[in-house]
């Protein structure tokens, strides 16, 4: 048992305990429900397995040929456990270019038009 003191305009007592945090793995797996053991070509792994804390993460270039499915494995001795995370992609160069081009042709012809 562990006790917070806050200093501010008031000060008052709080208790809490710490308990340990889970360890928690996490996958990409395919459709066929197969773990996928990658890394891409910039060495990034499409797993993330740490015996520390619960702070996973995957940065992995996924291949297009298939949809995927981010499994988590709970290895602690806690039955259930929340956890929350975040997916996020980056466009690929093609993309990118893409939107370059359209962005200087909308420039292109909107000074075609003022002139």
Same mark, same amino acid.
């Given at each position: 048992?562990?006790?917070?003191? !806050?200093?501010?305009?008031?000060?008052?007592?709080?208790? #809490?305990?710490?308990?340990?945090?889970?360890?928690?793995?996490?996958?990409?797996?395919?459709?066929?429900?197969?773990?996928?053991?990658?890394?891409?070509?910039?060495?990034?792994?499409? $797993?993330?397995? &740490?015996?520390?804390? &619960?702070?996973?993460?995957?940065?992995?270039?996924?291949?297009?040929?298939?949809? $995927?499915?981010?499994?988590?494995?709970?290895?602690?001795?806690?039955?259930?456990?929340?956890?929350? #995370?975040?997916?996020?992609? !980056?466009?690929?160069?093609?993309?990118?270019?893409?939107?370059?081009?359209?962005?200087?042709?909308? !420039?292109?012809?909107?000074?075609?038009?003022?002139?």
């Amino acid at each position: 048992m562990e006790r917070l003191h !806050i200093q501010g305009e008031e000060a008052y007592e709080d208790t #809490f305990t710490a308990t340990e945090l889970s360890d928690l793995d996490l996958f990409l797996v395919d459709s066929g429900g197969t773990e996928l053991r990658l890394t891409d070509a910039l060495g990034r792994a499409s $797993y993330s397995e &740490s015996p520390v804390d &619960s702070v996973e993460h995957i940065y992995f270039t996924l291949p297009a040929d298939d949809s $995927y499915t981010l499994r988590v494995k709970n290895l602690s001795t806690t039955q259930n456990e929340e956890f929350g #995370f975040a997916v996020w992609s !980056i466009p690929e160069p093609g993309t990118l270019v893409l939107f370059g081009l359209a962005g200087g042709i909308t !420039i292109f012809t909107r000074r075609l038009r003022i002139i």
